[in-house]
């Protein structure tokens, strides 16, 4: 009995140390095959175990969905990436919870509808952010889901950079008012680009807005919309994707054609704009300066309204103001024009009122009243008078006091002159060296006039010198203006147009037009006095050379236009832009060419305008006036001009597609970088010489 015990621990203890020797041979071999500290990455996307109600179930009638996972995961950006169609009206609930994620719908389900959620690539999981790419759950009230698509791009109008995190939707009807909401809805990614899902059978139009105000419509003149009268209807076919399977950099192994469900449209282009503001309030008055105030409203006046309230009393420049504590000699009931000078913006929605008189830039506290045009609470233009208190940033004591100090500095500044004068001519032997010192002006110098030239001392032969001044002006001595060429070696006067300019905002800005000789010497000359302000004071003397840069210097570009018709009216602007996508040159198209010269030698990129209304410049649309903003075009091409070369380029402005004609090298708004897992188990592999976890068997 004790023999056989002591034959069955021996046994037992002879197995213990087999299996403890197995178990330090495999871990010698798992420490030989190198295994990294801490073990390897979790590399696996999530994925979806069930939800309930499940994805596509018909006839649902529950308002909350939850879908379950592998895994802990987190839902990334949840109000920007995650859109429910149709839209709801009130906010849905949308929480992570765990290994699922519960939405909760707040509005009452619509019958015989398909509901999508659509997560984009929102999706990870919670240790390493694996990406679960591209998800979109759906059900359906009805007893069917629909599965059609469309698909397209949002581009700003102006300059058709992509629009990222706007509301796309359809409409139901072609005749889009303001009583219609969108009834499926997406939203655009980095790119611009969309994609509407779950959508029924039948014939659509496709807007965009930045639904500010949750109502999923345009109603508002603030948001930033987008409208099209393109009748879309959604369809779809059997396709194939062509993905090239490459054995090198070289050799293509092998050309698979995988096989998928094309939806279309697939090109939709909808054009963003914000309107011009018609809603007109006054916003503030401000009087940086205790020379002038300006009045900020938040839009101009319409010639039309002007016309519509021109038989009314007070009512003249807009906005007429009139001085309530005009100091003595003040003639505060002859209007504003009697006591200011205004001065438009380019916009019209601010006005600069210039004070004349400096008993009135000396009086701290002006109380004005204010006669204009605002809008009231029916959308509707009326008379408004306001009385307003306006003072400077800086005080007229504390002005003075700063003065004086700049006055004693001087005299103090004078007498360290005068001291050391009167030592060098102590030191002087005789009269004559005596006479040789300099006197010192003792009179401190009154305030000039400093106007800002802007000469370019390599003119181009089209160039213009401009001249902007501080004030309004009171005089300008076009006599004492003075432009000379050499010719032989001889100098003459040149002819010039000396004027205010009409493309700078305000009207202390001049320009002086002259046909420039190429290769010719100038020389640009104003005399003393030649400039006056409304506070009168005067200019220096100025001169300055320059030369005209010859023809050799430059590239002419002459680019054919096609693909567009306009009407007699309208006009089409070709513009060079640089490489920050900055406009150069302008040139109208005439007879289906623009022309544009002196071209600076580099590399350009070309917009293209259809000035639908002629005035030269780009002009937004109004959704209320069914009115389009102007299109606009890119030339993906890079054209290089060269020094003493004629280039000439066709171009025809519809050959692709909007979404493909601006270069990526002047886009700003550029792509988010595509999720992607991070395979930083290979690189751990590599780094320990073994194999990543996926090769084992």
């Known amino acids: ?107 009452s389900l619509k019958p015989n509808t398909t509901y999508t959620i659509d997560f984009s690539d929102a999706i990870v999981d919670n240790n390493e952010s694996n990406p679960m790419g591209n998800y979109t759950y759906c059900f359906s009230t009805g007893n069917r889901i629909d599965t059609l698509e469309c698909s397209g791009y949002v581009l700003n109008a102006e300059d058709l950079e992509p629009v990222k995190g706007i509301m796309v939707g359809l409409f139901d009807t072609v005749k889009t008012d303001s009583a219609k909401t969108f009834i499926r809805v997406s939203r655009t990614d980095s790119r611009g680009h969309f994609v509407i899902r779950g959508i029924a059978p039948g014939t659509y139009v496709a807007g965009a807005v930045m639904d500010m105000d949750g109502d999923f419509n345009f109603s508002q003149r603030g948001e930033v919309m987008a409208f099209s009268h393109r009748e879309i209807t959604p369809s779809n076919f059997l396709d194939h994707r062509q993905d090239t399977i490459w054995l090198d950099e070289l050799h293509i192994k092998d050309i698979k054609r995988t096989p998928y469900t094309h939806f279309m449209p697939d090109d939709i282009v909808l054009r963003s704009f914000l309107h011009i503001p018609t809603e007109r309030y006054f916003l503030k008055a401000d009087r940086k300066e205790e020379d002038h105030i300006t009045f900020f409203f938040t839009a101009p006046i319409s010639t039309d309204s002007l016309e519509k309230f021109k038989d009314s009393e007070n009512i003249g420049i807009l906005p007429s103001l009139r001085l309530l504590n005009a100091p003595e000699g003040i003639d505060a009931n002859g209007g504003s024009e009697a006591w200011s000078i205004a001065e438009y913006s380019e916009k019209g929605d601010t006005v600069t009122y210039w004070l004349r008189d400096t008993l009135l830039i000396n009086q701290d506290t002006l109380s004005i009243e204010m006669t204009t045009l605002q809008t009231d609470t029916l959308g509707c233009l009326h008379i408004t008078t306001d009385t307003l208190e306006v003072l400077p940033k800086t005080s007229f004591a504390k002005r003075m006091k700063m003065l004086n100090e700049q006055r004693e500095e ?30 010192v002006d003792t009179i401190m110098p009154p305030v000039r006039l400093t106007p800002k030239y802007e000469v370019a001392q390599a003119m181009s032969p089209d160039g213009t010198v401009r001249i902007s001044f501080p004030y309004p002006m009171q005089r300008i ?53 030649a400039f006056e302000d409304i506070y009168g004071h005067t200019s220096d003397p100025y001169k300055t050379g320059l030369k005209v840069r010859n023809l050799e210097d430059y590239s002419s570009l002459f680019v054919n236009i096609s693909g567009v018709e306009v009407a007699d009216s309208a006009a089409i602007l070709v513009q060079m832009l640089n490489d920050n996508g900055t406009t150069t040159r302008t040139a109208k198209v005439v007879d289906g060419t623009a022309e544009l010269y002196y071209v600076e030698p580099g590399k350009y990129y070309l917009r293209a305008i259809i000035d639908r209304n002629g005035n030269g410049k780009w002009d937004t649309g109004d959704y209320f006036t069914d009115r ?29 597609p909007l979404y493909q004609q601006k270069p990526s090298e002047i886009t700003k708004q550029k792509g988010d970088k595509k999720k992607t897992i991070k395979n930083r188990n290979a690189e751990r592999a590599k780094e320990k010489g073994i194999q990543p976890p996926s090769t084992y068997n």
């Open 410 to 439: 001087w005299r103090k500044d004078i007498e360290k002159k005068l001291k050391a004068r009167e030592k060098q001519l102590a030191r002087m032997q005789t009269e004559e060296e005596r006479m040789a010192v300099p006197e």
């Open 628 to 656: 389009q903003p102007e299109e606009v075009y890119y030339n993906p091409e890079l054209i290089e001009c060269k020094a003493k070369w004629d280039v000439t380029k066709s171009w025809n402005l519809t050959a692709k």
């Open 1 to 107: 009995m004790a023999r056989n015990l002591n034959s069955s621990l021996f046994t037992l203890h002879s197995s213990f140390f087999t299996l403890s020797l197995l178990s330090t041979a495999m871990i010698t071999s798992c420490a030989r095959m190198g295994s990294p500290d801490g073990g390897w990455y979790d590399e696996t996307p999530p994925r979806v175990v069930y939800a309930t109600p499940a994805d596509h179930e018909t006839n649902v009638t529950s308002k909350k969905v939850s879908i379950y996972f592998n895994e802990y995961i987190n839902v990334e950006n949840v109000s920007e990436n995650v859109v429910i169609s149709p839209p709801q009206m009130e906010q849905p609930d949308i929480k992570t919870q765990g290994k699922r994620i519960v939405v909760q719908l707040k509005d």
């Open 477 to 529: 001595d076009t006599a004492a203006i003075h432009l000379y060429v050499e010719q032989d070696s001889l100098w003459f006067r040149a002819p010039f147009v000396f004027r205010q300019s009409d493309n700078l905002p305000t009207m202390r800005n001049w320009e002086l037009i002259t046909d420039w000789i190429p290769g010719a010497n100038y020389s640009f000359e104003i005399d003393t006095l």
